[in-house]
T-cell receptor, first 112, second 113 residues
Framework: EDQVTQSPEALRLQEGESSSLNCSYT??????LFWYRQDPGKGPEFLFTLYSAGEEKEKERLKATLTKKESFLHITAPKPEDSATYLC?????????????FGKGTLLTVNP | KAGVTQTPRYLIKTRGQQVTLSCSPI?????VSWYQQTPGQGLQFLFE???????NKGNFPGRFSGRQFSNSRSEMNVSTLELGDSALYLC????????????FGQGTRLTVV
């Protein structure tokens, strides 16, 4: 069974204090790894898709990287508006099941 | 370009009742998936529809069902509601089945009392 574990569960940063969120996964062949951001009371907002080990993608202060066992979401010089829950999900390769398996998320709080 | 629209946003139902939730995907998207989100379990896959056919189903009881119409709009139904069905129900749409970029709606917050 596909599994996704995110750490830490919660992270508090000061504005400008860079850090990384971790997503460890076990999947029978990875088709894609996805990062989403979710604000309270809203649906997840798509950030990145990574497909193969060594791939990196960037968007503003966020950078996602992928290895064969985990993915990192690096946040550089965060601002209070980056506060949200960050979700990681995997899609297994092979077969016809395209469901996303999600981790429980990391709640990020950035204090001014 | 309009996003994924889910209605209603909030619902309060009594145990034993049934409920129908609606999802209108992004124009041109043909795949719709449903997820249940709770504080304890996180986001869990319910089912996926493509071309009016259910393609996959998660580990939920038969009380949870859905359908997709020819215009790709989808509905999910929960019968004989239980307290544990209280959750945020999210719909995600994508162009095809690969879900390389799945876009979520705001969700329907269901409370069962």
């Amino acid at each position: 069974e596909d599994q996704v574990t995110q750490s830490p569960e919660a992270l508090r940063l000061q504005e400008g204090e860079s850090s990384s969120l971790n997503c460890s996964y076990t999947v029978s062949g990875l088709r894609g790894l996805f990062w989403y951001r979710q604000d309270p009371g809203k649906g997840p907002e798509f950030l990145f898709t990574l497909y193969s080990a060594g791939e990196e993608k960037e968007k503003e202060r966020l950078k996602a990287t992928l290895t064969k066992k985990e993915s990192f979401l690096h946040i550089t010089a965060p601002k209070p508006e980056d506060s949200a829950t960050y979700l990681c999900a995997v899609q297994a390769g092979g077969g016809s099941n395209y469901k996303l398996t999600f981790g429980k998320g990391t709640l990020l709080t950035v204090n001014p | 370009k309009a996003g994924v629209t889910q209605t209603p946003r909030y619902l309060i139902k009594t145990r034993g009742q049934q409920v129908t939730l609606s999802c209108s995907p992004i124009s041109g998207h043909r795949s719709v998936s449903w997820y249940q989100q709770t504080p304890g379990q996180g986001l869990q896959f319910l089912f996926e529809y493509f071309s009016e056919t259910q393609r996959n189903k998660g580990n939920f009881p038969g009380r949870f069902s859905g359908r997709q119409f020819s215009n790709s709009r989808s509905e999910m139904n929960v019968s004989t509601l239980e307290l544990g069905d209280s959750a945020l129900y999210l719909c995600a749409s994508s162009q095809g089945r690969m879900n390389t970029e799945a876009f979520f709606g705001q969700g329907t917050r269901l409370t069962v009392v």
